[in-house]
């Protein structure tokens, strides 16, 4: 079955620190990749999708996400976090020849403190 | 607000009553999907409609679940005979035309069940 790792569960961070949070994914034929953030109090929004093409990725807000076919991974990054990016973050998958559903991971928490 | 709308926000029932959630997705969109979320998990896909026609049901949609589409605009999402086990909160999403395209969610539904 398909299945996504996300290996941080809670992140704690001081402002102009860097990120990056561990997203891995059970799955061999082709996939679109995405980030869902979440802030308190609000919807799920995307931040970033991976469809085809660079596997380098630039969302809104200045992540970014690489994707590494080889290792299965598509984790997310920042170079310095602000106060305002406290949210929980969600990497899912989405298995092109099976289905249209998302597979989501369990989540990260993430708690940046000025 | 052109985004995806639901409603009730929240509900509270008791054990053994049946409840109905409404999903407007945005207008032209043509893919909806129901994904439920407990806490600490991330969301888990129910079920998705291609216009009106119910494409995929997961087997976490046990016969006490139904949704329906029926015009192919919004959706409801029936639970009959509530259990505590079904405390969770209730995900909408739509998307454009083609797979693989980005989902955008809804704010959701939060069942409480006492």
């Known amino acids: 079955a398909q299945s996504v790792s996300q290996h941080n569960h809670h992140v704690i961070l001081s402002e102009a620190a860097s990120l990056e949070l561990g997203c891995n994914y059970s799955?061999?034929?082709?996939?679109?990749l995405f980030w869902y953030v979440q802030y308190p109090g609000q919807h799920l929004q995307l931040l970033l999708k991976y469809f085809s093409g660079d596997p380098l990725v630039k969302g809104i807000k200045g992540f970014e996400a690489e994707f590494i076919k080889s290792k299965f991974s598509f984790n997310l990054r920042k170079p310095s976090v602000q106060w305002s990016d406290t949210a929980e973050y969600f990497c899912?998958?989405?298995?092109?020849?099976?289905?249209?559903?998302?597979?989501f991971g369990t989540g990260t928490r993430l708690q940046v403190f000025p | 607000d052109t985004g995806v709308s639901q409603n009730p926000r929240h509900k509270i029932t008791k054990r053994g009553q049946n409840v109905t959630f409404r999903c407007d997705p945005i207008s032209e969109h043509n893919r909806l999907y129901w994904y439920r979320q407990t806490l600490g998990q991330g969301p888990e896909f129910l079920t998705y409609?291609?216009?009106?026609?119910?494409?995929?049901k997961s087997r976490l949609l046990s016969d006490r679940f139904s949704a329906e589409r029926p015009k192919g605009s919004f959706s409801t999402l029936e639970i009959q005979r509530t259990e505590q086990g079904d405390s969770a909160m209730y995900l909408c999403a739509s998307s454009f035309r083609d797979r693989g395209r980005e989902q955008f969610f809804g704010p959701g539904t939060r069942l409480t069940v006492l």
């Open positions: 409609f291609q216009n009106e026609a119910q494409l995929e």
């Open positions: 799955y061999g034929g082709t996939v679109n």
């Open positions: 899912a998958v989405k298995a092109l020849r099976d289905t249209d559903k998302l597979i």
